[in-house]
């Protein structure tokens, strides 16, 4: 009896689940027709032959143009003022008045600094008088010796008299004078070294002047550029206390020797220096330009990409294609943020072009423009920004946004 209910249940079992076997094969393959289905839209949609692409990365192009370029000598030098010194003393005194202040711009014959001169004065007065008196008495003996009541070396010592008085009358009324120190010439004033009532002995420093405008800044170069070398030649100057100005000079001098050492020679160049920003002691970044000139093919040194393995530049190969629109969401195809600047300054190049990786040999470096010796062709245009994101054969859309700036007349470092 218990074997017949084993196998009734056993059989009613095993066709229950062939029945699920096969309603769930069935629904598998309705999913599968479905799935079909749908992609096969889809790929009818799209095109078969139609690759997957990278959207394009917006750039900035420049033009390699020809430039005339003229020879630069670069050296290092530092300001020298037209006239320098240390004011000092020439007398002994006391201070009585000082007439000016520390850093301030004097002109010639400027009082500085007035020494007491009372018992000078006093002296002079008496001399003056000394000698008034020799010189009545040498009237009277010449209107003796006429008379023949004197001698004619009475007279002649009266006279010598008279003289003696004068010249020491002289010599007082100069030691007066130098107690009174003025600026030998215009200038600027250093630090003050006195004080009132200060005793000064000869020689001792009272300020510091030097002349500024103009000033004088003093290099040296090879010898082998001595014959190309001459007064007149413009000079270029950069101090690291203003590094984004540049102050404009030439050459006055000229060294007639070059050093048996070095096998340099020493030149002087003249600034200006109207502002008075120069000042002396200051080291010079200096660029003399020589007079002959020469054509060379020029980029933006942001566009050359520089690595271990050469120089290279991204070519913009001429392409068709209108660029594509931005989305809603404020970014491009290629993910990067919307800039009203970038989407406006797509205008007038709307096209889609290609570029080209291309190795090149570079030149001699002017502030911002690289010489490019080989690899660019005059009027090809090469990324300028952006190309970090490039590779061969990229596409690009064209953007004006960057305005490139212009050519720096002294270059700021490698």
Same mark, same amino acid.
């Given at each position: 009896?218990?074997?017949?209910?084993?196998?009734?249940?056993?059989?009613?079992?095993? &066709?229950?689940?062939?029945?699920?076997?096969?309603?769930?094969?069935?629904?598998?393959?309705?999913?599968?027709?479905?799935?079909?289905?749908?992609?096969?839209?889809?790929?009818?949609?799209?095109?078969?032959?139609?690759?997957?692409?990278? *959207?394009?990365?917006?750039?900035?192009?420049?033009?390699?143009?020809?430039?005339?370029?003229?020879?630069?000598?670069?050296?290092?030098?530092?300001?020298?003022?037209?006239?320098?010194?240390?004011?000092?003393?020439? #007398?002994?005194?006391?201070?009585?008045?000082?007439?000016?202040?520390?850093?301030?711009?004097?002109?010639?014959?400027?009082?500085?600094?007035?020494?007491?001169?009372?018992?000078?004065?006093?002296?002079?007065?008496?001399?003056?008088?000394?000698?008034?008196?020799?010189?009545?008495?040498?009237?009277?003996? =010449?209107?003796?010796?006429?008379?023949?009541?004197?001698?004619?070396?009475?007279?002649?010592?009266?006279?010598? &008299?008279?003289?003696?008085?004068?010249?020491?009358?002289?010599?007082? =009324?100069?030691?007066?004078?130098?107690?009174?120190?003025?600026?030998?010439?215009?200038?600027?004033?250093?630090?003050?070294?006195?004080?009132?009532?200060?005793?000064?002995?000869?020689?001792?420093?009272?300020?510091?002047?030097?002349?500024?405008?103009?000033?004088?800044?003093?290099?040296?170069?090879?010898?082998?550029?001595?014959?190309?070398?001459?007064?007149?030649?413009?000079?270029?100057?950069?101090?690291?206390?203003?590094?984004?100005?540049?102050?404009?000079?030439?050459? /006055?001098?000229?060294?007639?020797?070059?050093?048996?050492?070095?096998?340099?020679?020493?030149?002087?160049?003249?600034?200006?220096?109207?502002?008075?920003?120069?000042? *002396?002691?200051?080291?010079?970044?200096?660029?003399?330009?020589?007079?002959?000139? =020469?054509?060379?093919?020029?980029?933006?040194?942001?566009?050359?990409?520089?690595? *271990?393995?050469?120089?290279?530049?991204?070519?913009?190969?001429?392409?068709?294609?209108?660029?594509?629109?931005?989305?809603?969401?404020?970014?491009?195809?290629?993910?990067?943020?919307?800039?009203?600047?970038? /989407? /406006?300054?797509?205008?007038?190049?709307?096209?889609?072009?290609?570029?080209? &990786?291309?190795?090149?040999?570079?030149?001699?470096?002017?502030?911002?423009?690289?010489?490019?010796?080989?690899?660019?062709?005059?009027?090809?245009? #090469? #990324?300028?920004?952006?190309?970090?994101?490039?590779?061969?054969?990229? &596409?690009?859309?064209?953007?004006?946004?960057?305005?490139?700036?212009?050519?720096?007349?002294? *270059?700021?470092?490698?």
């Amino acid at each position: 009896m218990a074997r017949r209910l084993a196998h009734e249940t056993e059989s009613a079992f095993g &066709r229950g689940g062939r029945w699920r076997i096969l309603v769930g094969l069935a629904v598998l393959a309705v999913l599968a027709l479905v799935a079909y289905w749908l992609w096969s839209q889809i790929v009818g949609k799209r095109g078969p032959a139609e690759p997957f692409e990278i *959207p394009p990365v917006t750039v900035t192009a420049a033009r390699a143009e020809p430039e005339i370029w003229r020879t630069e000598l670069d050296a290092i030098g530092n300001l020298v003022a037209v006239h320098g010194v240390q004011v000092t003393t020439e #007398v002994a005194g006391m201070v009585e008045t000082i007439g000016f202040e520390s850093g301030a711009e004097v002109e010639q014959g400027a009082t500085l600094v007035q020494f007491k001169t009372d018992v000078d004065l006093a002296r002079l007065e008496r001399l003056e008088a000394e000698a008034e008196q020799a010189r009545r008495d040498l009237a009277r003996f =010449r209107e003796l010796a006429q008379r023949r009541f004197v001698s004619q070396s009475e007279r002649e010592q009266a006279a010598t &008299r008279v003289e003696t008085f004068e010249a020491q009358v002289r010599e007082q =009324r100069v030691l007066i004078g130098k107690k009174r120190i003025e600026a030998p010439f215009s200038g600027v004033l250093g630090l003050r070294y006195v004080n009132l009532g200060q005793y000064l002995e000869p020689g001792q420093a009272v300020v510091d002047l030097q002349s500024i405008a103009p000033i004088y800044t003093d290099f040296t170069l090879p010898g082998r550029h001595y014959g190309v070398i001459g007064p007149g030649l413009p000079v270029r100057v950069r101090v690291d206390a203003y590094p984004d100005q540049v102050f404009e000079g030439e050459i /006055s001098a000229v060294s007639p020797q070059i050093d048996r050492e070095t096998h340099n020679f020493s030149v002087r160049a003249m600034l200006p220096n109207h502002e008075r920003l120069l000042r *002396p002691g200051m080291f010079t970044d200096v660029v003399v330009t020589l007079p002959d000139e =020469r054509r060379v093919l020029a980029v933006p040194n942001t566009a050359i990409s520089y690595s *271990p393995y050469g120089d290279v530049v991204f070519v913009i190969r001429e392409g068709g294609g209108a660029a594509p629109a931005l989305p809603a969401g404020g970014a491009d195809d290629s993910g990067n943020p919307d800039d009203s600047a970038v /989407s /406006s300054a797509r205008a007038p190049d709307q096209r889609i072009h290609r570029v080209q &990786r291309v190795f090149v040999t570079t030149g001699e470096r002017r502030g911002l423009r690289v010489e490019i010796l080989k690899g660019v062709a005059p009027g090809d245009r #090469v #990324v300028a920004s952006g190309q970090l994101k490039l590779s061969d054969g990229a &596409r690009v859309l064209i953007s004006d946004r960057d305005v490139l700036p212009e050519v720096d007349p002294i *270059p700021k470092g490698p």
